[in-house]
């Protein structure tokens, strides 16, 4: 029989140590699995910690310093609501255009206040982005349609689209709400300025007047409502202008108003006017000089801006060079530009440099290179969300909007909400691509945001304009007209649902017992009911609707509807 011997006992070291060694393992497979949420609770916290200081910086002033905390939270955290308040309220104090995408980015997050949302709206009013500022002021006008900000807000919303009689409307109303409010007020006397009853128009020109004489905030609201107005007599400019500089609470650019108007008063004397005020401005503080510098570019006199602002001074730094550049490109100095560039050290990002080259190329009819500096912005500012919106106005406004819609693609891969990027390339997309292209980026934004109704009712709708996807698209229009029955643009949607689907008498019952104004209806609304009502018979009703409007006003397939009444 063959002998095996026992097993050696294992040695309690040994045991520890194999102990040790499972808890070791354990520990780091815990450590593995737990580590990513780990570090993303420490990078939101590290994300509310800068925000914190955002605001407190907000609150000593310290408006730079705001902005750099406030970028560097919303790295860590691309949708702290706290970081983008503070982000927006610095940007806002700084006048930058970009202030409104972090407003509309803390919206979306669904954690802005009511003051928040309000801000957004006005911010939005003073862009005259009114599309964007309209859907936000709908929702709250439907969650507290008494509340007096709401209605102010609706009425500027509607002086701004032009709709006189609606604005006089929610501004008397915000009026009642709020007795005391004396802003109210002053606005509702500034739209009947020009009221068409002499007694009223009289009564509200006597308020701004006398609003005018105080020296409290409002006091000079109401001198520069009256600085812009053109009908002023000579003693009215004198006496605006007068009040204007000598307002306590007056800046710098109610001293430029005052400016403005005495240029009005004297032509004669424009070159010396601007020449005091060059003497005045040039040895200014840097931000007073910016202000000045923009001016004088707004009002045609780069000349002066080069005066004012010499090339050795603007190069010193960003906003003072930046003026100096709008002066040389107004008068034509391409060429000197396009040297300046290439010899000088910038105070400008590459983003910004670049994109001033290209400018300079297209310019010079140098197509090639200005593609190229195209190019070489869009590299420079990617993954910078302010560079990339700034790019994409840029390059609108010079002409080449493919370069305007890359920049907000590229926009919309590195922002916590793209929602503002969607919206400038969907208006871009709207004024010059085909309506198949903007049914896709539609149809690409209501599969982002599902629970926005406009964005599934215009993608329904353009769906429909060109004859795709009737079912579906029949089916979102009934239900968006069933949850809010009084909205006309959903109306439309499910009209032109049933005019596609040849069934004309039910498309014309949609409009049923509602009356609207149709006069103050969008071209395409009234097409739709022009084209539904001429189906049902009525084409001289039909052609009413339709009165002075015509095809260029519409989509082509909007003009398809209505060709035969458009003759």
């Known amino acids: 029989m063959k002998v095996t011997a026992d097993p050696e006992p294992v040695a309690p070291t040994s045991k520890r140590w194999l102990v040790y060694s499972l808890i070791g393992l354990l520990l780091v497979t815990a450590a593995f699995l737990t580590a990513r949420p780990a570090y993303r609770k420490f990078k939101r916290w590290r994300s509310g910690q800068l925000a914190g200081e955002a ?86 006008l439907h969650e507290s349609p008494e509340d007096a900000v709401n209605l102010w807000l609706a009425s500027q919303f509607f002086a701004l689209i032009n709709n006189r009689t609606q604005a006089v409307e929610y501004a008397a ?32 020109r006597s308020n701004v007047w006398a609003r005018a004489q105080s020296d409290d905030p409002l006091g000079l609201e109401a001198l520069v409502f009256l600085a812009q107005r053109r009908d002023l007599t000579p003693d009215e400019k004198r006496e605006a202008a007068r009040r204007l500089e000598q307002h306590p609470a007056h800046d710098i650019s109610h001293e430029l108003l005052a400016i403005t108007l005495r240029l009005t008063l004297e032509p004669g004397r424009r070159a010396a006017i601007l020449a005091e005020a060059v003497e005045k401005y040039r040895s200014a503080a840097p931000e007073i000089r910016v202000r000045f510098a923009v001016w004088l570019n707004q009002n045609g006199a780069a ?8 090339l050795a001074d603007a190069l010193k730094r960003k906003d003072l060079f930046l003026p100096y550049v709008d002066a040389m490109a107004a008068l034509g100095k391409w060429v000197e530009l396009r040297n300046i560039f290439e010899t000088q050290q910038s105070p400008m990002e590459t983003a910004y440099l670049e994109a001033f080259r290209a400018r300079c190329d297209l310019a010079l009819k140098n197509d090639s290179l200005a593609a190229l500096h195209w190019r070489a912005a869009l590299r420079a500012a ?34 916590g909400n793209p929602l503002l990027a969607f919206r400038e390339l969907g208006r871009i997309t709207e004024q010059t ?28 709708y353009l769906n429909l304009l060109l004859g795709a996807e009737l079912a579906s698209s029949w089916q979102t229009a009934q239900k968006l ?52 009502l001429a189906a049902n018979g009525q084409a001289a009703a039909a052609r009413e609707i339709l009165a002075g409007l015509t095809a260029s006003s519409l989509r082509k397939e909007e003009a398809a509807l209505v060709a035969a009444l458009l003759k």
């Open 55 to 140: 605001a407190r910086r907000l609150e000593k002033n310290e408006t730079a310093t705001a902005r750099e905390k406030a970028q560097a939270a919303l790295l860590l955290w691309p949708n702290n609501p706290a970081a983008l308040r503070a982000m927006a309220q610095a940007l806002n104090r700084e006048t930058n255009a970009a202030a409104l995408q972090f407003w509309a980015q803390l919206v979306q997050t669904g954690a802005a206040d009511l003051k928040d949302r309000q801000t957004f709206i006005a911010q939005g009013l003073r862009a005259g982005a009114a599309e964007n500022a309209g859907r936000e002021l709908q929702k709250l």
């Open 173 to 204: 109303i915000a009026a009642l709400r709020d007795p005391t409010n004396r802003q109210y007020k002053l606005f509702l006397s500034s739209l009947q300025f020009d009221a068409p009853e002499a007694a009223q128009r009289s009564a509200a």
């Open 303 to 310: 000349e002066s801006t080069l005066v004012a602002l010499p």
């Open 382 to 415: 990617e993954r910078n969300p302010e560079q990339l919106y700034w790019l994409a106005l840029y390059a609108e406004k010079s002409g080449d909007r493919d370069t305007a819609k890359k920049s907000l693609r590229s926009l919309i891969g590195c922002t």
């Open 433 to 460: 691509g085909t309506t198949e292209e903007l049914r896709d980026l539609l149809v690409e934004m209501a599969a982002r945001w599902p629970r926005d109704a406009a964005l599934q009712n215009d993608a329904a």
């Open 481 to 532: 007209v069933e949850h809010s029955p009084e909205n006309l643009p959903f109306r439309t949607t499910l009209a032109l649902a049933l005019l596609r689907q040849r069934d004309v008498a039910a498309a014309l019952k949609v409009y049923g017992q509602f009356r609207y104004q149709w006069a103050d209806a969008l071209p395409r609304q009234r097409a739709v009911y022009a084209a539904v």
